[in-house]
Every structure is written in structure tokens, then in C-alpha cells.
């Protein structure tokens, strides 16, 4: 059997993994049904998605390890999986809509993944209003992240309709699909190479030290032309960031892409601080009627995509800032530029550096966290950022997949002892799916704060609207503005004078 030894920090999701903190991510995708489908569309689609025997990687892999043939853990591929235990079907009860297929995604995403066979639950969901049906799809985070399962789920449907209706199971590739793949040969290493590999590594280290000394002097005491950066660990203790247990809640919120892009060139900033900032104007209001609002500013913990400025090729660079949410402000174009303030300084920081330091600071600055899941302080200790909030790309244009139409993907993610709440949001077509994920326990009502991040962006329109009005109304002068009474003529006056009097007496 081949096998793929884990990268480290694959390694410490399983580290991390108990029942009250499992590491797996989701999508939720809600389908429509094709306009001819049969009534027995689904139940055929279920028997032929049970019928596959073949798989391919990452869906045959399974956990092994360690041991001593592989002192660290390994995948193992599979030459077999149990369909009848991973494909599952589901219904909703009347009268199927968001509350109830929110219930029903929160209890899956509960149940820790059974790491004795290959981590991954596919779940065919009928019943949803309006002739549709749900694929909740759920992966451990050692097999996968967003990127990845973007190109995982843009790889086994279509952009044509007729041709999605004959397209394999997820997990079971057409042979043409495989045919036109190009294998990937990788060099056989030799000794020399791999000492040439480890002295360049070690020297590209060595190198780094004086500008990652610099970049954190940066961060601690910037400069007084240096934009103040939000520090980690300066977040304020709430009510997200204690001790989680294993039950989940899941809640959804979908806003168009156009609305949100137009949002960003009115506040002259990105998509990513638009949604921040909406998020931060929902958990305000959200902590606020649970009279949990700390008086500081809540936090949140970004992956971002950078260039460094001496980087001129292509590829990107991912690294980890943090940035202000702005739930002390309730004018919601001020916490958009304070939100905006706070990423641009955090960008501009990671840009000085270097491309090879880049990985290294990031492991740096990440590591007291990370450390701290795998022990029993997390969660009981200030907390590196209060929340997470990620904005993953996915597919521009529609998708199908046997005739039936995707008509979003909610990225359904995970938390941690400390980090009680995610916030993950991904782009398809003209819509952008958010999806919030938070402890039973601490945040029972979660289905409110994604009403109130969708009633925040529209806060932050109507006002955007109002600004853009009132800098459009030409300025008048004040003679203008406030033109003096015309004189009244004598003999009006003369009355209101014999009025005036008679009053007075």
C-alpha cells in the first residue's frame, strides 16, 4: 500500500482532536432539482453514489501511525471504503427550511469523524423547500483545507448542465478525467541533494534572523510614520474564548457579491473589509443584547494572501494577520475605516519583509496558540484574537452536478478551546455564502448573529447612500440657505402694530 507521510502541522490536527474539539471542516450545498427530474431522482442518485468501486485520493486515504516502519503519522490509500457507512441519507421534516436543515448540520457537525477509517462523511439530504436537496460533505482538517476543497468540489461537477448529468461520484473520477491528468514525476533524491537542500534551508534561517528581529520590534514600538498594528494576545476576554464543548451551532446568511464589491469601492477599501466590518457590526449588536460587549474592540485572526514587495513571480504568499473589528463603533462607515485602517497597517507590515522570513514569522507569531491547544490552558488564558473570519474564493460561474443546479457552498469550519466562534465565507457565482459555527453552550442563539450581519451591511449601505447624497447636494451659501422675509407692506404692518397693542393691554 502507498503511503503519504502528514506535514507538521497536519500532524497536530490530530494532536489537537478530542470529543469536545473535533478538527473537521464542512460544506453545506444546497441543490434544485433538474426541471425533469422523477420522483425518484434522489433515491437513484443515492443507490448509483453507493455503487462506486473505485476511489481515488484524498478519499481512500486512511490514518496510520505512528509506529516504528513510520515514526510520524501516514495516510495509508485504500484499495477499498465502505460506501454503506460513508455515504449517508437524510430528511428534513416539514416544513424543510433554513431552522431545519441548520439543526439537522449543526448535529452532524457535532459528531467527531472515526479516524480508524478514512476521514470523511458524504450525507445526501432531501426535503428542503421550494424542490431542492442539501449535500453536507465533511472532511477531516488534516485532509484538506478551503482551497483545496474548492478545487475538490470545482473538479467533480460541471458548467454545462447536459454534461453534469453524467458525471462519477465525487470520489470516483471519470477514466477521461484521468487520462488527460498529466503524472506528476518527481526526481529520485540522492544524499547530495538532500544535504544541499537542508544547508540552503538553514542558511535562508540564518539570514532571517536580523529582519524577523526587525519585524517584531516593528510590531511591539512602530514608528511614528508606522500605522499602529492590532498586537496578538491584546484581544479581550469574552464570552467566545473560553473552554468549548462537543455540540455545535451552525448558522447561515447568503448576500450578493455586487452589493458587497460596490460597498468596498464606495469605502474605498477590499471585499475582506467589508465583511469584516459587517461582522463586527453583527457581533456588537449580537454581544450587546446578551450584555457581553467588552468595552475594547474584539479582534480577529485573518488568513490573508500577500506579495512581498522584492516578489516578482507568480504564486502567492499566505500568512495570518490581525485586525480590529470595530465593535466599539456603532456608526458603521467609521468601523468600516477603522477595520480598513487596521488591515492595511497589518498588510504593509508583512510586505517589508523579505519573501524567505515570511514562513518563519508566521510560525513565530502563531506558534503561543498553537502550543496552546495542544495543553490544558487554552481557552483559559487572554486570547491570541477573539474570532476567526475567513473569505475563501470559489468557482465564478454556476455548477451542476447531474442536472441540479449548486445554488451556494456555506464552508462550515471548526473551533477550538479559546477561539469559540468562525466565521468562514465563500464567493460562487454572484452570491457570497457565510457560515458561523459556534459552541452550543456559549452561543446558543447563533442564528441571530447571522441575522444581524446581513442587517449590519445594510446599515452600511444606507448610510454609505446618505454620504454619497449629501456630498453630491451642491453647497449654498448662507444667504441662500436662510433668505431674509420680504418687507410688509405699511398698512399690514400698521394692523399688526394695533394687534400687538391690544394684546399687550
Known amino acids: 500500500m502507498k503511503t503519504h507521510p502528514l506535514n507538521p502541522l497536519d500532524i497536530s490536527w490530530t494532536q489537537v482532536e478530542s470529543r469536545d474539539t473535533p478538527m473537521h471542516v464542512a460544506g453545506l450545498m444546497p441543490f434544485r432539482l433538474p426541471e425533469d ?92 423547500d421550494g424542490g431542492r436537496f442539501a449535500v453536507y460533505l465533511k472532511m477531516h482538517h488534516s485532509l484538506i483545507d478551503g482551497i483545496s476543497g474548492v478545487r475538490l468540489l470545482t473538479r467533480c461537477m460541471s458548467e454545462d448542465p447536459g454534461k453534469s448529468r453524467t458525471l462519477p461520484p465525487f470520489w470516483s473520477p471519470s477514466l477521461e478525467k484521468r487520462v488527460r491528468r498529466e503524472p506528476r514525476i518527481e526526481p529520485h533524491p540522492t544524499m547530495e541533494g538532500v544535504l544541499k537542500t537542508m544547508m540552503d534551508a538553514i542558511g535562508t534561517q540564518v539570514r532571517s534572523v536580523p529582519q524577523l528581529v526587525k519585524a517584531f520590534a516593528a510590531m511591539l514600538a512602530p514608528g511614528e510614520s508606522e500605522p499602529a498594528l492590532q498586537l496578538p494576545f491584546d484581544a479581550p476576554k469574552s464570552v467566545m474564548n473560553g473552554r468549548v464543548r462537543g455540540q455545535r451551532r451552525v448558522a447561515t446568511q447568503l448576500l450578493q457579491l455586487d452589493r458587497l464589491k460596490a460597498a468596498a469601492q ?114 483559559r488564558t487572554r486570547p491570541m484574537f477573539n ?35 468562525n466565521i468562514t465565507c465563500q464567493s460562487y457565482a454572484d452570491v457570497l455564502a457565510f457560515a458561523f459555527v459556534g459552541c452550543r453552550d456559549t452561543l446558543p442563539h447563533l442564528q441571530n448573529l447571522a441575522v444581524y450581519t446581513a442587517e449590519a451591511f445594510d446599515a452600511l449601505e444606507d448610510a454609505q447612500l446618505r454620504a454619497a447624497k449629501k456630498a453630491a447636494r451642491p453647497a449654498r451659501s448662507r444667504k441662500a440657505a436662510r433668505p431674509k422675509a420680504a418687507a410688509a407692506p405699511p398698512a399690514a404692518t400698521a394692523k399688526a402694530k394695533r394687534r400687538t397693542t391690544r394684546r399687550a393691554k
Not at 460513508?86 to 469523524?113: F, M
Open 387 to 421: 474570532v476567526t473570519v475567513s473569505n475563501v474564493p470559489g468557482p465564478p460561474r454556476p455548477l451542476y452536478f447531474r442536472g441540479a443546479k449548486l445554488e451556494a457552498s456555506y464552508p462550515i469550519s471548526l473551533i477550538a478551546h479559546g477561539i469559540g466562534l
Open 37 to 128: 427530474a422523477p420522483p425518484d431522482f434522489l433515491r437513484d442518485l443515492m443507490t448509483d453514489l453507493r455503487s462506486s468501486r473505485e476511489f481515488m485520493p484524498p478519499w481512500n486515504y486512511s490514518l496510520r501511525g505512528p509506529g516504528l516502519t513510520h515514526p510520524r503519522p501516514v495516510w495509508v490509500e485504500q484499495d477499498t471504503v465502505d460506501l454503506e457507512y460513508h455515504v449517508r441519507h437524510s430528511a428534513l421534516p416539514k416544513p424543510g427550511g433554513q431552522r431545519e436543515l441548520g439543526q439537522l448540520v449543526a448535529r452532524l457537525h457535532s459528531q467527531p469523524l472515526d479516524l480508524t477509517r478514512p476521514p470523511w462523511e458524504f450525507h445526501l439530504i432531501e426535503g428542503l
Open 266 to 379: 464606495a469605502g474605498d477599501c477590499t471585499l475582506n473589509d467589508v465583511v469584516l466590518s459587517i461582522c463586527g457590526g453583527g457581533l456588537r449588536r449580537f454581544l450587546l443584547e446578551e450584555g457581553q460587549l467588552p468595552d475594547k474592540p474584539l479582534t480577529a485572526g485573518i488568513p490573508a494572501s500577500f506579495r512581498a514587495e522584492d516578489d516578482e513571480g507568480t504564486g502567492t504568499q499566505v500568512t495570518f494577520i490581525i485586525s480590529t473589528m470595530g465593535t466599539d463603533i456603532e456608526d458603521p462607515i467609521e468601523r468600516l475605516a477603522a477595520v480598513a485602517a487596521s488591515t492595511r497597517a497589518a498588510k504593509a507590515h508583512f510586505r517589508n519583509l523579505p519573501r524567505e522570513a515570511i514562513t518563519q514569522y508566521t510560525m513565530l507569531l502563531m506558534a503561543p496558540s498553537i502550543l496552546s491547544m495542544l495543553t490544558p490552558i487554552a481557552g
